[in-house]
């Protein structure tokens, strides 16, 4: 190696060890890795996003077609049917004929076809029930089928002409199921739950105490009667023991209470001039950014249930509220209610409330006079648990 060439490398190694080597071309490092610029990370994600978002436009526009798809076909049915007698061994036929013909694509069979024949008269004879509004706002303009049943799977479409026979029923279902994003089990929940007649139905002051649009959201948040299905209450329960079911069953009670809910806690403090007061449970909702105070009722409503809760929102308002929260919510859970006398214990309220009942399993199944007379999981439970200890102390004998 000659002088000049030893000279040029000490240097070289020089610059890396005291970190000035900058590599020989745009973009290397001294290690002669290619530098990223400054704003790759935000360039990659915007990529990353837009990827995604065409992958969901595509998806949605297959979906769309494949509805589509099995409109015309079931339309297709129904007018050989009724030009040309067409019967049942004709459409399995039809089926069959397909399957042979598209080996690889599912969705033929015949039980599907004759799914289609249903799809398409459900929205071509009870369509023309909506009220004009509705059709005007919602109907595709190609033809009577209207746009939120286009975007929804054919799983879930198949759930609604299977389970509603009202026409808006059934539009409000697939209505909701674009805006929460349901999947098919949870769109059979909410069915088999009637939340359609159950939604927005709670007796509120909403309208009097929140501008709109809060108002409205507020009031579609809630539901009237809440069921909890999921619980098994004595008719002697108080309201120690529904909040004890409650809480044991989150996820349900969760689920129940919709989309927004977030659990703070049960039997909140609340430190008032001295003296302690005690939240049933608290909750804040993520949409409505509002502190929802819930206070349960074992009993019929009566007006001072208002007047308390009045107390309890004023209160979180004042101790637990931070900038930006709206207004805290109350919600009044009781077994029953006159809706006359909630509506004018709620009247004058300055404080946004609620009121609405709720169901459980067995108590309201049951006929009255075997209603409190049964024993409860726990005890059966404990019953079998004893009856399986005995058994074991016989064998040991």
Known sequence: MSGDAGRRERAAWWKVRSGKWKGEGNGMNRRGVTELPVDYPSLLEDIKRRIRSAQIRAALSVNRELIRLYWDIGKTIVQRQQAAGWGKSTVERLAADIQREFPGIAGFSPQNVWFMRAFYLAWTRDVQQLQQPVRESELSKNGDLP??????????????????????ERLWYA??????????????????????????????NFKETMPLPQSDLALQVLKDPYNFDFLTLREDAIERDLEDGLTGQMMRFLLELGEGFAFVGRQVPLRVDREDFYIDL???????????VIDLKARKFVPEDAGKMNFYLSAVDDLM??????????????????RIIAEYALRYLNRPVGVAGYLTRLTEKLPKELQGKLPTVKQIEAELSGDEMGRKRVKRK
């Not at 746009?147 to 808006?168: E, F, T, Y």
């Not at 608290?282 to 929802?292: E, I, K, M, P, S």
Request: glycine residues 6%.
């Open 147 to 168: 746009q939120a049943v286009r975007d929804i799977p054919w799983g879930h479409n198949i759930q609604l002409i299977s389970k509603i026979k009202a026409p808006a």
């Open 175 to 204: 209505q909701q199921t674009i805006t929460h994003g349901w999947s098919r089990s949870m769109l059979e929940h909410w069915i088999e739950s009637d939340l359609y007649s159950r939604q927005g139905k709670a007796v509120t």
């Open 282 to 292: 608290l909750f804040y909702h993520l949409n409505l950014r509002a502190f929802v």
């Open 321 to 338: 509220r931070k900038p930006g929260d709206a207004p805290s919510i109350g919600l009044i859970l009781c077994k029953d209610r006159s």
